[in-house]
């Protein structure tokens, strides 16, 4: 039995909640419950941390509505956390927000994306370290994940390596030590929580498309009908216990 601390970056809109659930029932599901026992923490809400992550075999961060950009005094205590933890050689994996905590964590930078929020069913490439990366193992070189965010790591953080990017986002998926892995994606996401996030977000979506010139009404449908099943994605939490811990 493996013990898995999964740190609660924020909480997903209301209307997602009563649809799909919040973040942690994604990554419970996603994973499930043979052979791992979850302890989750909302540290978003002030949680205390434990003294060290010495007592798990894991350390994983989910996701957050909430920006790295906007430094809380919560998040400064997390990203201390992770980087202590990695350290002390607990695997750790940052998903989204939590890869970007963990790269300014480790002198990174954090930044709105110049190309645009990401949003929707999208392909990320390996890079050939991402090839020969464990947390990648039996994946192909082009993958489908489900993806959400404005922000980015616009700066790696010294002795980190990009495992994968695409177009929107060269930094999908970055090595920042040997047991310390992030991705900006979301493997655990299923296609059901990609549509209730759209659908939730659906007003600040169309008001994004209209600066871009997309007419109104066109580009939730259109985000809404790419969505597709993203089979090989799950195996990157997959993989991470399996080959990490």
Partial sequence: MKNVLLLKAGDAATSVQLSVGDYERWFLQTIGLS???????????????????????????????????????????????????????????????????????????????PKGRETGTVE?????????????????????????????????????TVLAGNANTANQALAFRPNVRGVQFHPEMPTDAMRAVILAREDKLEALAHEQGIPEGEYVPRLMSGITPTPYAHRVLMNFLQHFT
């Fill in 35 to 113: 052979g791992q026992r979850f302890d989750i923490l909302p540290v978003h809400k002030g949680a205390p941390l434990p003294k060290d992550a010495k007592g798990y075999d894991a350390v994983m961060m989910t996701g957050s509505p909430l920006s790295v950009t906007q430094r809380e005094p919560w998040m400064q205590r997390a990203g201390a956390f992770m980087v202590e933890a990695g350290e002390q050689g607990v695997p750790v994996l940052g998903v989204c927000f939590g890869q970007q905590l963990l790269a300014e964590a480790y002198g990174g930078k954090v930044a709105r994306n």
């Fill in 124 to 160: 990320v490439t390996l890079s050939p370290e991402g090839r020969a990366d464990p947390l990648f193992t039996g994946l192909p070189e082009r993958f489908a994940v489900q993806a959400t965010h404005e922000d980015i790591v616009a700066r790696l953080p010294e002795g980190a």
